[in-house]
């Protein structure tokens, strides 16, 4: 039986603008492409958010906040006909250490194990380098977008000697380049 690919997608920058710990309803804008190119991947891949959420553990919005919000998110997409299968979280600060927050790759075992992935036909796209380092570290291929926060982050990617698999400036291209890879 043939594993399924994901597509591991960061959230804020990524998919939709960063508003800087974006909770509010009225602040979700998703970024230009994005739905386009879901469509197009959407017969090969199974789509999941992976997200860092320190806003939570900073105190400067609730779980349940996330939860409304990204919930919000999720059915604007399905309303376009497109499945996000499962939202990963981590809530705390990068001070915490905790195995939650990327890069770490707790959450990359749920993902293969829960969803039957073969993560080596995978692909992360961030807007991080942190992003980038998690896609690595999982074993996926890697798209660095520098839309969101990804465009003052290149030197970043550079001094940490992180080479992601495609660099591009907005989703569509992204997927596109990605379609084209082999």
Known sequence: MTKNKALILDRDGTIIEDKNYAYKLEDLELLPGVIDGLKILQEEFIFFIVTNQSGIGRGYYTEEDFHEFNNHLVQVLKNENIDIIKTYFCPHLR????????PKTKFIRGIINEFDVDIKESWMFGDHPS???FGINAGCKTVFLTTGHGGNHIADLKSLKLKPTIISNDFLSAVKELLNFK
């Open 95 to 102: 001070e915490d250490n905790c195995d939650c927050r990327k």
């Open 131 to 133: 992003d980038i380092q």
